[in-house]
Every structure is written in C-alpha cells, then in structure tokens.
C-alpha cells in the first residue's frame, strides 16, 4: 500500500515582509483648517503609525507615533488593496490632487529596498479605473482611524 501526501506552498500575500517594508497612505487639503487637513499613517507588518508633523503633500520629514493595535487591526488589510498595476507603475501623479481645492492622496510604497510615491486626484473621474478601489479604500480606513 502506497501512501501520497500532498503539500503545497502557499506564499503569504502580504508585500511587506521585508524589515524596511512599509506602506505610507494618506490624504491633504490645501485650504483647509484643522487637523483633518492632512493625515498620513505608516503601516509595517506589526503595526500602525500616524505623522504627527503634518506637512502639506509630504513624501518624508515624517514623525511618526505608534497607534493601538485595535487601529492597526481594522486597517491592516489595505495593502491587499493596492493594485498590482499601480505597483509596475513609476512615480506618479493621477490627475491633479488639489488642483482646484478637491484634496489629494498619497501612497507610499516601500518593497525590497524600492519606494515609490504616487499621488491621485480626489475626484475619481480624474484617475484610472482600476485606482478606484485604493482611493475609495484609502478614505474609508482614515474614517475608520480618526472614530
């Protein structure tokens, strides 16, 4: 009697395995007062930071603090978000963020000793189709922080 046992390897799909991985997302209004205005967090494998500077479109310069892992937990999962396609794309920007006061977003995107910056309109007409998840996602996990 022949027994065969079948395994397979299943990569975790989560992109930011490395030490220096992280994903940085966030949003910026230009005339706007408050500290809704801008909001930018850092993600890493283990936790959830938020920029304490919060400096109009910044891509570095962050101070970054630590938030809970309850916050961490309802937002970890937006990397699964960020669609192949924008990560073969170069540095960029989608639209023009803020261009006429609509706000803009940012991400970050640290993988394998690689960042790349984009930024994409608010208005979702002004940006590719298949952005339109990370950008509905992107705001949706800032509203789900800042309750």
Known sequence: MYFIFLTSCHKDNNILEGENDYLIFGRFYGFCGGETCMET????????FE?????????????FVKLSNVK????????NDIPSQLRQEEEK??????CYDQGGLMIQLSTENTI????????????????????DSI?????LINQ
């Open 41 to 48: 967090f850092k993600l890493t494998d283990t936790a959830l």
């Open 51 to 63: 920029d304490t500077i919060d400096a109009y479109r910044a891509t570095d310069g962050f101070s």
């Open 72 to 79: 961490f937990n309802m937002v970890k999962d937006i990397i």
């Open 93 to 98: 920007t989608f639209g023009c963020p803020d």
């Open 116 to 135: 790349k910056t984009w930024f994409l309109d608010q208005t979702k007409m002004d940006i590719p189709t298949y952005l339109h998840g990370i950008h």
């Open 139 to 143: 705001n949706a996990k800032i509203e």
